[in-house]
């Protein structure tokens, strides 16, 4: 049973350019949520989906970040227009449920703005 | 405001030793907490959940324990080995999310 599953693992972007992530939840999770991290802390929520809906987006910046989850494929974070600031790992996490399980985290993708 | 967070931030051991994370959270309604383990360039990996009915789980080589009275979790690691060098994190489902901490870094040495 494959873990989750992110792409690109590391990605180069110059300022203005746009950053596409991508995450495929584990065989049977509905339910996804994407981090970022920086270095030398903790993560810190984005968002969490569900197919086709956006659940809770409170952790997103208002603007240049989307999340989306559509019916068929991966989720996709999305990051226009990218600043410095925003270089960072970005990890997916999927889980079976909402209420009391736990969320099983992919390996993440490292965006570096130039 | 309420948060998760770590005593110490570096936790340096001896290999074959047993060591001692600490996490303490402010939020008395919170009723269920995960360690993580986050090695170098990947992904947290889940270690073991406690809800908050427990005052104890035990794992392979692990143990997480709950006090409830003074807001405190702490994960035991016993035998530690090399391969548990890594920066741990204990974080509360809260409202959906996950609320981190911002880790102790365990170092282990021969």
């Known amino acids: 049973n494959a873990g989750v599953m992110q792409n690109p693992r590391h990605l180069v972007r110059r300022r203005g350019q746009e950053a596409r992530l991508r995450c495929s939840p584990m065989?049977?999770?509905?339910?996804v949520y994407w981090y970022r991290q920086l270095p030398e802390e903790g993560l810190k929520f984005m968002v969490y989906l569900q197919k086709e809906n956006i659940i809770d987006e409170s952790g997103m910046p208002k603007e240049r970040f989307s999340a989306e989850f559509p019916k068929e494929g991966p989720s996709i974070l999305r990051i226009q227009q990218v600043v410095r600031g925003d270089s960072a790992a970005y990890f997916c996490?999927?889980?079976?449920?909402?209420?009391?399980?736990?969320?099983?985290f992919g390996p993440g993708t490292r965006l570096l703005v130039l | 405001g309420e948060s998760v967070g770590l005593h110490l931030p570096t936790l340096s051991v001896q290999e074959g030793d047993n060591s001692i994370i600490n996490c303490a959270y402010s939020?008395?309604?919170?009723?269920?907490f995960i360690w993580y383990k986050q090695e170098s360039g990947k992904g947290p990996q889940f270690i073991i959940d406690?809800?908050?009915?427990?005052d104890k789980r035990q794992g392979q080589r692990v143990t997480v324990l709950l006090n409830k009275t003074v807001k405190h979790l702490s994960l035991q690691i016993a035998a530690t080995q090399p391969g548990d060098s890594a920066v741990y994190f204990c974080?509360?489902?809260?409202?959906?999310?996950?609320?981190f901490g911002t880790g102790t870094r365990l170092q282990v040495f021969p």
């Open positions: 065989k049977g999770h509905s339910h």
């Open positions: 939020n008395s309604a919170s009723d269920y």
């Open positions: 974080a509360e489902i809260r409202d959906d999310k996950l609320i």
């Open positions: 406690i809800r908050s009915n427990m």
């Open positions: 996490a999927s889980s079976p449920r909402v209420r009391g399980d736990a969320q099983y």
